[in-house]
């Protein structure tokens, strides 16, 4: 009779189902796949940035949402955050090794939808004429 209790392990395993309703990693998911979440991690490929560089970069998002998504990265350990000595101080953010995965598997799905685009397009049309009743 086995009286050990379960391993820290096995209880990892048991959390890394992102398709349960309690898993762990599916807040981190979400995070990472939210619009802002993409982008940001997306950016980040290309290099390290200062805040207001990528907010340039990712066009459209506010400072204050920018700023919550790096925040959120950063607790998740997708990106990392240095505070590097100057005057004026500077932040710079690069992504961490997790961070690089997640975003070239991120940026392969972005190649793909850009490159099929013509077929979103057509589809959604057909879906909205279907969609649409003929008087």
Do not use: K
């Not at 990712?58 to 959120?72: A, I």
């Amino acid at each position: 009779m086995n009286t050990r209790p379960p391993s820290t392990d096995d209880d990892q395993a048991l959390e890394a189902d992102v398709f349960a309703r309690n898993c762990t990693s599916r807040p981190v998911l979400q995070n990472v796949a939210s619009r802002w979440g993409v982008l940001a991690l997306v950016a980040l490929r290309e290099g390290p940035y200062r805040f207001s560089a990528l907010r340039r970069r990712v066009d459209g998002v506010s400072e204050r949402m920018l700023s919550q998504t790096l925040q959120t990265l950063e607790r998740d350990g997708m990106v990392h955050r240095e505070v590097l000595e100057a005057i004026p101080p500077r932040v710079e953010y690069t992504l961490t090794e997790l961070g690089a995965q997640v975003a070239e598997r991120l940026e392969s799905l972005i190649v793909v939808l850009e490159a099929n685009m013509d077929t979103v397009r057509e589809a959604q049309a057909n879906y909205h004429r279907a969609a649409t009743p003929t008087s």
